[in-house]
Protein backbone atom coordinates (compact mmCIF):
# COMPACT_ATOMS: atom_id res chain seq x y z
CA UNK A 1 0.00 0.00 0.00
CA UNK A 2 1.55 3.01 -0.94
CA UNK A 3 2.41 5.59 2.14
CA UNK A 4 0.80 9.05 1.32
CA UNK A 5 2.92 11.72 2.88
CA UNK A 6 1.56 13.87 5.57
CA UNK A 7 1.31 17.51 3.91
CA UNK A 8 -1.39 19.44 5.84
CA UNK A 9 -0.81 22.72 4.96
CA UNK A 10 -1.02 26.19 6.56
CA UNK A 11 -4.83 26.39 5.97
CA UNK A 12 -5.59 23.39 7.90
CA UNK A 13 -2.78 23.92 10.68
CA UNK A 14 -4.56 27.61 11.02
CA UNK A 15 -8.06 25.68 11.21
CA UNK A 16 -6.75 23.24 14.24
CA UNK A 17 -5.08 26.77 15.96
CA UNK A 18 -8.18 28.45 15.82
CA UNK A 19 -9.67 25.39 17.58
CA UNK A 20 -6.91 24.96 20.46
CA UNK A 21 -5.17 28.59 20.56
CA UNK A 22 -2.60 27.54 22.49
CA UNK A 23 -0.98 25.35 19.71
CA UNK A 24 -0.74 28.28 17.66
CA UNK A 25 2.27 29.47 20.48
CA UNK A 26 4.03 26.25 21.05
CA UNK A 27 5.29 23.90 18.57
CA UNK A 28 3.69 20.30 17.38
CA UNK A 29 3.28 18.27 14.77
CA UNK A 30 1.01 16.20 12.66
CA UNK A 31 1.66 12.71 12.64
CA UNK A 32 -0.81 11.16 11.40
CA UNK A 33 -3.28 11.16 8.06
CA UNK A 34 -7.31 12.27 9.46
CA UNK A 35 -9.42 8.96 10.30
CA UNK A 36 -12.70 8.17 12.39
CA UNK A 37 -11.67 4.57 12.65
CA UNK A 38 -10.33 5.40 16.17
CA UNK A 39 -10.52 8.44 18.87
CA UNK A 40 -8.29 10.07 21.50
CA UNK A 41 -9.18 7.71 24.11
CA UNK A 42 -8.10 4.59 22.13
CA UNK A 43 -5.03 5.93 20.93
CA UNK A 44 -4.05 6.88 24.60
CA UNK A 45 -5.05 3.51 25.40
CA UNK A 46 -2.80 2.42 22.08
CA UNK A 47 -5.39 0.97 20.11
CA UNK A 48 -6.71 2.22 16.48
CA UNK A 49 -8.75 -0.74 16.02
CA UNK A 50 -11.81 1.49 17.12
CA UNK A 51 -12.68 4.56 19.25
CA UNK A 52 -13.26 4.06 22.80
CA UNK A 53 -16.35 5.43 24.66
CA UNK A 54 -19.09 4.01 26.84
CA UNK A 55 -21.19 3.66 23.87
CA UNK A 56 -23.57 1.33 22.29
CA UNK A 57 -21.63 -1.27 21.13
CA UNK A 58 -23.21 -1.09 17.48
CA UNK A 59 -21.95 2.57 16.95
CA UNK A 60 -18.55 0.90 16.86
CA UNK A 61 -17.31 2.28 20.29
CA UNK A 62 -15.14 -0.18 22.23
CA UNK A 63 -15.69 -0.13 26.09
CA UNK A 64 -13.45 -2.86 27.98
CA UNK A 65 -15.57 -5.48 29.95
CA UNK A 66 -16.23 -4.61 33.41
CA UNK A 67 -16.04 -1.51 33.80
CA UNK A 68 -19.63 0.60 33.81
CA UNK A 69 -20.66 2.47 30.42
CA UNK A 70 -21.30 5.83 31.97
CA UNK A 71 -19.15 8.79 30.73
CA UNK A 72 -17.35 9.73 34.24
CA UNK A 73 -14.26 10.42 35.18
CA UNK A 74 -14.58 7.32 37.66
CA UNK A 75 -15.22 5.37 35.01
CA UNK A 76 -12.69 6.00 32.27
CA UNK A 77 -10.35 6.04 35.22
CA UNK A 78 -11.26 2.22 35.36
CA UNK A 79 -11.15 1.72 31.74
CA UNK A 80 -7.39 2.81 31.90
CA UNK A 81 -6.96 0.35 34.95
CA UNK A 82 -7.36 -2.14 32.60
CA UNK A 83 -4.71 -1.43 30.93
CA UNK A 84 -2.46 -1.50 34.02
CA UNK A 85 -2.47 2.17 34.28
CA UNK A 86 -2.91 4.07 37.72
CA UNK A 87 -3.80 7.35 39.15
CA UNK A 88 -0.50 9.42 39.93
CA UNK A 89 -0.15 12.91 40.61
CA UNK A 90 3.02 13.70 38.91
CA UNK A 91 2.98 14.53 34.65
CA UNK A 92 6.98 14.84 34.66
CA UNK A 93 9.17 12.47 32.26
CA UNK A 94 9.56 9.85 34.23
CA UNK A 95 12.18 7.06 32.82
CA UNK A 96 10.54 4.28 33.90
CA UNK A 97 6.81 5.30 34.48
CA UNK A 98 4.38 5.53 30.55
CA UNK A 99 2.00 8.35 31.27
CA UNK A 100 -1.62 9.28 30.54
CA UNK A 101 -3.56 12.35 30.74
CA UNK A 102 -7.97 12.33 31.25
CA UNK A 103 -9.29 16.17 30.41
CA UNK A 104 -12.53 16.97 31.37
CA UNK A 105 -14.80 19.83 30.90
CA UNK A 106 -16.78 22.04 33.03
CA UNK A 107 -18.99 19.56 34.55
CA UNK A 108 -16.37 16.97 34.89
CA UNK A 109 -17.35 15.13 32.09
CA UNK A 110 -14.56 13.69 30.04
CA UNK A 111 -13.49 14.72 26.80
CA UNK A 112 -10.22 13.71 25.82
CA UNK A 113 -7.31 11.57 26.94
CA UNK A 114 -3.29 11.97 25.69
CA UNK A 115 -0.58 10.10 26.43
CA UNK A 116 3.15 10.82 27.03
CA UNK A 117 5.39 9.51 24.31
CA UNK A 118 9.35 8.22 24.31
CA UNK A 119 10.34 11.59 24.31
CA UNK A 120 8.48 13.11 26.77
CA UNK A 121 6.24 15.15 24.58
CA UNK A 122 2.72 13.83 24.36
CA UNK A 123 0.42 12.55 21.92
CA UNK A 124 -3.46 12.96 21.02
CA UNK A 125 -5.61 12.58 18.78
CA UNK A 126 -7.99 15.42 17.68
CA UNK A 127 -11.56 14.16 17.31
CA UNK A 128 -12.02 12.67 14.12
CA UNK A 129 -8.90 14.67 13.01
CA UNK A 130 -5.21 13.73 12.59
CA UNK A 131 -2.64 12.91 15.61
CA UNK A 132 -0.64 15.38 16.67
CA UNK A 133 2.59 15.53 19.08
CA UNK A 134 2.57 18.29 21.69
CA UNK A 135 3.16 20.18 24.51
CA UNK A 136 1.69 19.37 27.46
CA UNK A 137 -1.15 21.46 28.58
CA UNK A 138 -1.41 22.87 24.30
CA UNK A 139 -4.78 21.47 24.03
CA UNK A 140 -6.14 22.19 27.98
CA UNK A 141 -8.34 25.37 28.03
CA UNK A 142 -12.15 26.03 27.99
CA UNK A 143 -11.86 28.56 25.04
CA UNK A 144 -12.91 27.30 21.35
CA UNK A 145 -12.85 23.95 21.26
CA UNK A 146 -10.37 22.77 24.11
CA UNK A 147 -10.69 19.71 26.09
CA UNK A 148 -11.13 21.63 29.29
CA UNK A 149 -8.64 20.66 32.36
CA UNK A 150 -6.36 18.18 32.76
CA UNK A 151 -8.40 16.15 36.00
CA UNK A 152 -5.92 13.15 36.45
CA UNK A 153 -2.69 11.66 35.15
CA UNK A 154 -1.88 8.19 34.97
CA UNK A 155 0.72 5.66 34.91
CA UNK A 156 2.40 2.50 34.33
CA UNK A 157 5.36 1.11 33.90
CA UNK A 158 7.32 1.55 30.49
CA UNK A 159 9.52 -0.79 28.41
CA UNK A 160 12.83 0.78 29.06
CA UNK A 161 15.25 0.84 25.64
CA UNK A 162 18.66 3.10 25.02
CA UNK A 163 16.77 6.28 22.55
CA UNK A 164 13.99 6.31 25.77
CA UNK A 165 16.99 6.64 28.00
CA UNK A 166 18.61 8.86 25.26
CA UNK A 167 15.44 11.15 25.69
CA UNK A 168 15.25 11.21 29.17
CA UNK A 169 18.87 12.06 29.68
CA UNK A 170 18.14 15.33 27.04
CA UNK A 171 15.16 15.96 29.08
CA UNK A 172 17.04 16.08 32.64
CA UNK A 173 20.15 18.33 31.14
CA UNK A 174 16.90 20.83 29.12
CA UNK A 175 15.04 20.54 32.62
CA UNK A 176 18.05 21.33 34.55
CA UNK A 177 19.16 24.02 32.18
CA UNK A 178 15.48 25.82 32.27
CA UNK A 179 15.19 25.00 28.34
CA UNK A 180 12.86 22.85 28.48
CA UNK A 181 9.79 24.98 26.98
CA UNK A 182 9.56 25.47 22.98
CA UNK A 183 7.20 28.66 23.24
CA UNK A 184 7.99 31.13 20.80
CA UNK A 185 8.77 34.39 21.51
CA UNK B 1 -69.26 39.98 -43.19
CA UNK B 2 -69.24 36.86 -40.44
CA UNK B 3 -69.04 33.31 -41.44
CA UNK B 4 -72.37 31.31 -40.61
CA UNK B 5 -70.06 28.93 -37.94
CA UNK B 6 -69.13 32.51 -36.29
CA UNK B 7 -72.43 33.56 -35.95
CA UNK B 8 -73.42 30.02 -34.47
CA UNK B 9 -71.29 31.01 -31.43
CA UNK B 10 -72.95 34.33 -30.53
CA UNK B 11 -75.99 32.60 -29.60
CA UNK B 12 -77.41 33.47 -26.30
CA UNK B 13 -77.76 30.49 -23.72
CA UNK B 14 -81.09 29.62 -22.30
CA UNK B 15 -80.90 31.31 -19.02
CA UNK B 16 -80.03 35.16 -19.99
CA UNK B 17 -83.08 34.75 -22.29
CA UNK B 18 -85.19 33.82 -19.77
CA UNK B 19 -85.59 30.20 -20.05
CA UNK B 20 -85.72 28.04 -17.11
CA UNK B 21 -84.40 24.89 -18.89
CA UNK B 22 -80.47 24.90 -19.50
CA UNK B 23 -78.98 24.43 -22.46
CA UNK B 24 -77.14 21.59 -23.97
CA UNK B 25 -73.68 23.53 -23.49
CA UNK B 26 -74.81 24.40 -20.30
CA UNK B 27 -75.56 20.62 -19.54
CA UNK B 28 -72.31 19.42 -21.19
CA UNK B 29 -70.16 21.54 -19.16
CA UNK B 30 -71.62 20.79 -15.84
CA UNK B 31 -71.47 16.91 -17.05
CA UNK B 32 -67.56 17.19 -17.31
CA UNK B 33 -67.03 19.19 -14.20
CA UNK B 34 -69.31 16.05 -12.33
CA UNK B 35 -67.50 13.50 -14.29
CA UNK B 36 -63.58 15.33 -13.18
CA UNK B 37 -64.80 15.35 -9.20
CA UNK B 38 -66.33 11.20 -9.39
CA UNK B 39 -62.82 10.86 -11.08
CA UNK B 40 -60.72 12.53 -7.87
CA UNK B 41 -62.90 11.50 -5.67
CA UNK B 42 -62.54 7.71 -7.08
CA UNK B 43 -58.15 7.95 -7.15
CA UNK B 44 -58.06 9.66 -3.74
CA UNK B 45 -58.00 6.67 -1.76
CA UNK B 46 -55.44 5.18 -3.74
CA UNK B 47 -53.18 8.40 -3.64
CA UNK B 48 -53.38 8.12 -0.14
CA UNK B 49 -52.92 4.66 0.25
CA UNK B 50 -49.24 5.04 -2.16
CA UNK B 51 -48.22 7.84 0.44
CA UNK B 52 -49.50 5.78 3.44
CA UNK B 53 -47.73 2.82 2.04
CA UNK B 54 -44.44 4.39 1.22
CA UNK B 55 -43.98 7.16 4.09
CA UNK B 56 -45.44 4.71 6.85
CA UNK B 57 -44.69 1.30 5.95
CA UNK B 58 -41.45 2.04 3.30
CA UNK B 59 -42.96 -1.11 1.65
CA UNK B 60 -41.66 0.16 -1.53
CA UNK B 61 -37.61 1.22 -0.08
CA UNK B 62 -35.79 -1.65 -1.92
CA UNK B 63 -37.56 -1.74 -5.25
CA UNK B 64 -36.25 2.19 -5.29
CA UNK B 65 -32.94 1.99 -6.49
CA UNK B 66 -31.80 5.01 -7.48
CA UNK B 67 -33.33 7.87 -4.55
CA UNK B 68 -34.19 10.94 -4.99
CA UNK B 69 -31.52 13.25 -6.23
CA UNK B 70 -32.36 15.94 -2.87
CA UNK B 71 -31.99 13.26 -0.33
CA UNK B 72 -28.26 12.34 -1.85
CA UNK B 73 -27.75 16.85 -1.65
CA UNK B 74 -29.56 16.46 1.97
CA UNK B 75 -27.44 13.86 3.32
CA UNK B 76 -24.22 16.23 1.34
CA UNK B 77 -25.04 19.07 3.22
CA UNK B 78 -25.42 17.37 6.93
CA UNK B 79 -22.52 15.05 6.92
CA UNK B 80 -20.70 18.51 6.31
CA UNK B 81 -22.24 20.28 9.10
CA UNK B 82 -21.28 16.86 10.87
CA UNK B 83 -18.12 17.55 9.87
CA UNK B 84 -17.39 21.13 10.76
CA UNK B 85 -18.80 20.55 14.12
CA UNK B 86 -17.82 17.64 15.96
CA UNK B 87 -14.35 17.19 13.86
CA UNK B 88 -12.55 17.63 17.22
CA UNK B 89 -15.21 15.94 19.59
CA UNK B 90 -14.14 12.17 20.15
CA UNK B 91 -17.53 11.86 22.51
CA UNK B 92 -19.15 8.92 19.96
CA UNK B 93 -22.26 9.87 22.18
CA UNK B 94 -22.35 13.51 21.52
CA UNK B 95 -21.74 12.94 17.67
CA UNK B 96 -24.25 10.33 17.19
CA UNK B 97 -26.78 12.76 19.24
CA UNK B 98 -25.45 15.64 17.08
CA UNK B 99 -28.60 17.67 15.26
CA UNK B 100 -27.43 16.69 11.54
CA UNK B 101 -26.48 12.97 12.59
CA UNK B 102 -30.42 13.24 13.90
CA UNK B 103 -31.41 14.45 10.41
CA UNK B 104 -29.13 12.42 8.52
CA UNK B 105 -31.18 9.44 10.09
CA UNK B 106 -34.43 11.01 10.05
CA UNK B 107 -33.66 10.95 5.65
CA UNK B 108 -35.06 7.44 6.45
CA UNK B 109 -34.49 4.19 4.37
CA UNK B 110 -33.57 6.75 0.44
CA UNK B 111 -29.94 7.66 2.39
CA UNK B 112 -29.18 4.50 3.53
CA UNK B 113 -27.50 3.65 0.16
CA UNK B 114 -25.17 7.00 0.40
CA UNK B 115 -24.51 5.66 4.11
CA UNK B 116 -22.93 2.06 3.02
CA UNK B 117 -21.20 4.05 0.15
CA UNK B 118 -19.75 6.21 2.50
CA UNK B 119 -18.32 3.38 4.34
CA UNK B 120 -15.53 2.97 2.71
CA UNK B 121 -14.06 6.98 3.79
CA UNK B 122 -15.63 6.99 6.66
CA UNK B 123 -15.84 3.50 8.41
CA UNK B 124 -16.89 4.25 11.43
CA UNK B 125 -18.87 7.11 11.07
CA UNK B 126 -22.11 5.73 9.76
CA UNK B 127 -22.71 2.09 11.69
CA UNK B 128 -25.40 3.60 13.94
CA UNK B 129 -27.34 5.29 11.58
CA UNK B 130 -27.26 2.10 9.64
CA UNK B 131 -28.63 0.13 12.87
CA UNK B 132 -31.23 2.90 13.58
CA UNK B 133 -32.65 3.34 10.69
CA UNK B 134 -32.65 -0.50 9.28
CA UNK B 135 -33.15 -2.11 12.60
CA UNK B 136 -30.86 -4.51 11.11
CA UNK B 137 -28.30 -5.93 12.96
CA UNK B 138 -25.47 -8.17 10.28
CA UNK B 139 -22.75 -7.38 12.66
CA UNK B 140 -21.30 -10.84 14.64
CA UNK B 141 -20.12 -10.26 17.77
CA UNK B 142 -16.92 -11.27 16.99
CA UNK B 143 -16.56 -8.30 14.88
CA UNK B 144 -17.98 -5.49 17.43
CA UNK B 145 -15.15 -3.11 18.46
CA UNK B 146 -13.38 -3.18 15.32
CA UNK B 147 -14.64 -0.86 12.72
CA UNK B 148 -13.61 -2.08 9.58
CA UNK B 149 -15.28 -5.55 10.37
CA UNK B 150 -18.28 -4.19 11.51
CA UNK B 151 -18.32 -1.68 7.88
CA UNK B 152 -17.32 -4.48 6.11
CA UNK B 153 -20.34 -7.05 7.80
CA UNK B 154 -22.75 -3.92 6.62
CA UNK B 155 -21.38 -3.48 2.79
CA UNK B 156 -22.05 -7.06 2.78
CA UNK B 157 -25.57 -6.82 4.01
CA UNK B 158 -26.03 -3.88 1.49
CA UNK B 159 -24.66 -6.10 -1.65
CA UNK B 160 -26.90 -8.89 -0.17
CA UNK B 161 -30.33 -6.65 -0.26
CA UNK B 162 -29.34 -4.92 -3.52
CA UNK B 163 -29.41 -1.96 -2.14
CA UNK B 164 -25.56 -1.13 -3.55
Same mark, same amino acid.
Given at each position: ?????????????????????????????????????????????????????????????????????????????????????????????????????????????????????????????????????????????????? !??????????????????????????????????????? | ???????????????????????????????????????????????????????????????????????????????????????????????????? !????????????????????????????????????????????????????????????????
Amino acid at each position: MPRVPLVYGRKYRVAIEQAFPKLGRTRYKVKSHQTDQYNCIAWAAGQTDAPWWPAHPMSGAHWPDGVPRVATLDAFIRAFGTLGYQPCAEASFELRYEKIALYVDVNGAPTHAARQCHNGRWTSKLGVEVDIEHEFDALAGHDQKE !YGQIAQIMKRPAKVNPLRIAYWALHRVRSSLFIGSFRRP | MMSTASMKRVVVPAQESGSIVPSLRTLRSSGAAAITVARIAAITPTIMYRYYARTVTNRDFLEQREPAIPVRDEFLRLAVDLDTETRFISDVNKIIHHSA !YQQIIGLGHEVVPFLLRDLDQHPGRWLWALHSITGANPVPSSALGNVKKMARAWSEWGKQKGII
